[in-house]
Structure formats: structure tokens, C-alpha cells
């Protein structure tokens, strides 16, 4: 299957999720188990990717998505120019304006109908939403640390509780089987020390 065959069902199955809220794994239903060979993801296969020109010179790379609102991918953001990342503008480039191509064991991706010329000379990509905070990126990792911490603390407990269960009651009836067996002794000791009358 080529990559852009590929990338045009990643796109599919993008709306696909938009109006199911996922897409169906044929045993569980709601639950993706495995990338499968039809799937790719966007991480290992399309964020980061190296955009080519058609002279085969590196231009940028793809940086973000741009999705609409049916949760369809249209486009991608594509950094470009300066010096790692110093200078470096952003331009939204639609997902048609790609070709994805598999060159030794890498994905690279060309801009078929945009040269170098274009992109120096498009806007910048402008974002609806300002970006989010060094701050508050690490106030959301700690929330999701501390939730974790917190569930596996319970899941902890939870598969520990029948064996704390187990184990006290296993000392309660060691200590009344001690005590049982004690008594005779206790009762003896107390008759030697009872003065007779």
C-alpha cells in the first residue's frame, strides 16, 4: 500500500472516530488493541516528517495537524525556515498538497504543488487558540501524574486487600489458638500464687 494511499486512510478513519467516537477493534468494541497493518501513527509516520520540495531539498517538517470540525484531518502546519526553530515561521499547507513517499525505510513528505518560494512568501499559520504555557503544560502533566499515582495507588490496595484480609485474620486465630494454649498455664500460675485459705 503506498504511504499516501496510507495517509488518505488515516484521514478516513479520522471521520470514521468523528461519528462513532471510535473505531470499532473487531472484539472490543469502543477499544483500539493493536495499530494493525492498515494504521499508522501520526507521531512515527507524519508529525516531524521532513518536507521535501520537488528538487528534493528539505523545507521544513510537519509540526502539527490541522483538523475540522467533523475531526477530519485537512492539513498540516509545517515549520519552516530559520535555525533550530530560531526564525522558524509555521505554514498551514492542505493534506492534497502532499505527497507521502517511503525512501529508504523513512517517511518523507513533498510538496508537489508549493515551492520553497511559496512558503517563504505565504502567512504565517494563525492559531484560533494561543498555544499553551510551559506553565500550564507542566501543571497538566503533574494533574495526570498525581492521577495516576492515585489509581494506581487503589488498584495497589484493591489486589493487596485480600491478602490483608487474609493475613489478619490469620493472626487473629494465631493469637486465640495462643491463648487457648496459654490458659492452662495462666490458670496454673494463678492457683500458686492464690494463698490457701
Given amino acids: 500500500m503506498k504511504l499516501s494511499t496510507l495517509c488518505l486512510a488515516c484521514v478516513l478513519s479520522v ?8 473505531i470499532a477493534d473487531p472484539v472490543h468494541t469502543g ?27 528539505i523545507v521544513g517538517d510537519v509540526e502539527d495537524l490541522i483538523i475540522d470540525s467533523t475531526n477530519r484531518v485537512i492539513g498540516v502546519v ?3 525556515g530559520g535555525v533550530l526553530g530560531i526564525g522558524e515561521k509555521r505554514v498551514g499547507v492542505h493534506l492534497t498538497s502532499l505527497d507521502f ?3 529508504s525505510g523513512t517517511t518523507l513528505a513533498v510538496l508537489s504543488r ?9 502567512p504565517a499559520f494563525e492559531r484560533a487558540k494561543p498555544q499553551k504555557s510551559l506553565l500550564q503544560r507542566a501543571k497538566e502533566k503533574a494533574q495526570e501524574l498525581t492521577d495516576k499515582t492515585t489509581a494506581t495507588s487503589k488498584d495497589a490496595y484493591e489486589k493487596a486487600k485480600p491478602t490483608l484480609d487474609a493475613a489478619k485474620e490469620s493472626v487473629k486465630e494465631t493469637y486465640e489458638k ?3 494454649a496459654a490458659k492452662p498455664a495462666i490458670d496454673a500460675a494463678k492457683e500458686a500464687v492464690t494463698p490457701d485459705p
Fill in 15 to 22: 471521520g470514521a472516530f468523528a461519528t462513532t467516537g471510535a
Fill in 31 to 57: 477499544i483500539i488493541t493493536s495499530q494493525g497493518p492498515d494504521r499508522y501513527l501520526a507521531r512515527d509516520n507524519l508529525i516531524g516528517v521532513k518536507v521535501h520540495d520537488n528538487s528534493d531539498m
Fill in 78 to 80: 509545517i515549520g519552516t
Fill in 101 to 103: 513517499v517511503e525512501a
Fill in 114 to 122: 508549493i515551492s520553497k518560494a511559496d512558503l517563504e512568501k505565504a
Fill in 178 to 180: 495462643a491463648k487457648d
